[in-house]
């Protein structure tokens, strides 16, 4: 059963970092990309970033670009988000989600992924 899971939430102060990671089970994750997205309370979802399948294209959302970096690592099933310089305005629920192909682009956009984790929490507070 495919299987996305979320971890490396908390709570930091603000100019903090985090890293999230998505691991994957059930399925390899070399043949899908990966979008992380997040929601904050009484927000809609927002797309903050993904990697593509093959070549490792990324792209981000204004909001995170400059202080978010994604990546992949294939032999350990597992796509990270590094979160650095964190702002209040970043909390929120951050989901990873996945789509089945090989390309060489990425997209964050909600419909283009079928598969998605539960989510983990990040709140930046002081």
């Known amino acids: 059963q495919l299987q996305l899971v979320e971890s490396g939430g908390g709570l930091v102060q603000p100019g903090g970092s985090l890293r999230l990671s998505c691991a994957a089970s059930?399925?390899?994750?070399?043949?899908?990309?990966i979008g992380w997205f997040r929601q904050a309370p009484g927000k809609e979802r927002e797309g903050i970033s993904c990697?593509?399948?093959?070549?490792?294209?990324?792209n981000y959302a204004d909001s995170v670009k400059g202080r978010f970096t994604i990546s992949r690592d294939n032999a350990k099933n597992t796509v990270y988000l590094q979160m650095n310089s964190l702002k209040p305005e970043d909390t929120a629920i951050y989901s990873c989600a996945a789509t089945r192909g090989l390309s060489t682009r990425c997209v964050i956009l909600t419909d283009d992924y079928p598969y998605w984790g539960q989510g983990t929490q990040v709140t930046v507070s002081s």
């Open positions: 990697i593509s399948s093959l070549g490792g294209s990324t």
């Open positions: 059930g399925f390899n994750l070399g043949y899908y990309g």
